[in-house]
């Protein structure tokens, strides 16, 4: 069975949005490019991609003109097969063609996803990912802590979420300040 692996851009006190939904969090404390080599270190092991609809529609109005030369993360991120959990969406155009709606809460697709792909990584889409930690699918959680407190917001776990012990993989600091933890949920 493959890895179902979380990544979230979180504040240094814990907020993967602001109050109102926002990320400017992530721009405000000028982390530099956050698609470093680390992330494509990170991808080369990646063999699928699941987003929650708003990040999808985020992803989806940036990542297929995105340069190379400059974002290098946009070829595997445009190559990867991606799929997004909507209930709503009635298509999910990607650049020139168009990725896979999944429907429901996207428990059972991630699981489906897990037995045909080595790794699947979710990115942002805090209530796909909010379903899926209390589903216990999880297998990693990756934070790129960006050293800015906001004081209040949306936490990136649940809030009635059971205690889960994390076995820390790695640590990365960058000269911007930011943190890259990679953590294996037990």
Do not use: C
């Amino acid at each position: 069975m493959g890895r179902l692996i979380i990544e979230q851009i979180v504040s240094a006190d814990g907020y993967a949005a602001e109050p109102d939904g926002g990320i400017d969090f992530m721009q405000a404390a000028e982390i530099g490019n956050p698609n470093d080599e680390d992330q494509l270190a990170f991808l080369q092991y990646v063999d699928a991609i699941l987003l929650g609809a708003t990040t999808y529609r985020m992803f989806a109005g940036y990542w297929p003109t995105a340069d190379p030369e400059i974002e290098v993360v946009a070829e595997p991120i445009n190559r990867l097969p991606k799929f997004v959990v909507s209930n709503t969406l009635a298509s999910a155009p990607w650049g020139d063609g168009a990725i896979d709606i999944l429907r429901g809460d996207g428990v059972d697709s991630a699981w489906a996803l897990k037995q045909r792909y080595g790794a699947v990584v979710v990115w942002g889409s805090l209530t796909l990912t909010d379903a899926l930690l209390e589903a216990g699918l999880v297998d990693e959680l990756r934070l790129r802590v960006v050293p800015v407190l906001i004081g209040a917001g949306r936490s990136f776990t649940p809030a009635g979420l059971a205690r889960r012990r994390l076995e820390l993989d790695h640590a990365t600091s960058h000269p911007s300040g930011h943190v890259g933890l990679s953590y294996r949920l037990r």
